[in-house]
DNA sequence: ACCTGAACACCGTTCAAGT
DNA sequence: ACCTGAACACCGTTCAAGT
């Protein structure tokens, strides 16, 4: 008998994980993470005592935690590259992508926020354009992703559309509008 | 006994609306959906036979859907004016924000983003530049408002905050980078 | 401490039956 | 044509019991 791994919470995260990315949000239910972990759904209550809606609080700070690294780059640059690799985490867990854009977690996006602020405040912003400008780059690359994940799934556009090259010139105007 | 006007298709999307604005998306079931109608829930399939998903669909069509009315106005002005309008209408409605950022819906999006489009052709951009124009304001608007419905609900905000002068500045911004 | 089994109150949906 | 009642296969979760 091949000896499972112990039950460990990060263990449950990342299968989890794996369940979404392999059939979507819906088909997250506790009784089939379970089945994927070889143990009995109630089993996963020991570990999340507070179930599913923890589950998906851990399932959004895995994947929305995404902030800027520090460096001395350029302002702009520095945001683009963020940016694009912001997006590129978010889109290989597209089916999270639901919980980030709705659920109310402060925590989860007030990292990413934070650093925004601070890096076009240190760019030489006020705090008031900081909070602006954080808002909405957050907010453009939020919506922009969610609305690609949409039509790629929808597959009512051709295939060969250029996502990242959309992006990045929708994002060269938002950059241009607030850095 | 007070005679229940019939069972209609628009009666049963009007009354899921108002048991979402007022309980949450959560909250709407098939089940609760029949009480609220007055009537089994399985009444309802007789209406829309595809069941809740249709419902779903149904109820992103009718929130969704607000294309650029016609206008002669500069289309910086017309673009701004729509986009309040929109988050107006989105607000009003937070609890289908969920579904219409993350639902595959092709029709639901597709004529406002057409009109989008439409308007910024018009205004002289080739035709990727439109789509990109299109995509980045849609993406914007989807974005802030998913992030002000969640940061208003987490009340960890002061709620005195000017969200909609915040929604403009950075309208203005992405405005500059595309129109 | 960690996991299981049975049970409870819910879901969405099908299908035969009523009017 | 329009609606109901009973039933089915699922949920998330509680709780006592096992080791």
Not at 37 to 44: C, G, Q
Not at 116 to 125: F, I, N, S, Y
Request: overall charge negative; charged content about 25%.
């Amino acid at each position: 008998m091949s000896q499972r791994p112990p039950l460990t919470r990060e263990r449950i995260i990342e299968t989890a994980l794996h369940l979404i990315d392999g059939q979507g949000l819906g088909r997250l239910t506790m009784r089939r993470l379970g089945d994927s972990l070889e143990v009995e759904a109630m089993a996963i209550y020991h570990h999340l005592p507070h179930g599913k809606e923890q589950l998906l609080e851990q399932l959004i700070a895995y994947v929305a935690a995404h902030p800027v690294p520090p460096g001395n780059g350029a302002p702009r640059d520095r945001l683009r590259d963020w940016a694009h690799g912001y997006r590129d985490r978010l889109l290989e867990h597209v089916g999270v992508m639901p919980l980030i854009v709705t659920r109310r977690n402060p925590g989860a996006l007030l990292a990413t926020t934070q650093s925004l602020e601070d890096l076009l405040r240190t760019a030489g912003r006020t705090e008031a354009q900081a909070a602006v400008g954080a808002h909405t780059l957050l907010g453009y690359l939020l919506g922009t992703v969610a609305l690609e994940a949409r039509e790629r799934a929808a597959e009512t556009t051709p295939d060969d559309l250029d996502w990242e090259g959309r992006f990045r010139a929708g994002l060269d105007g938002v950059l241009t509008g607030i850095a």
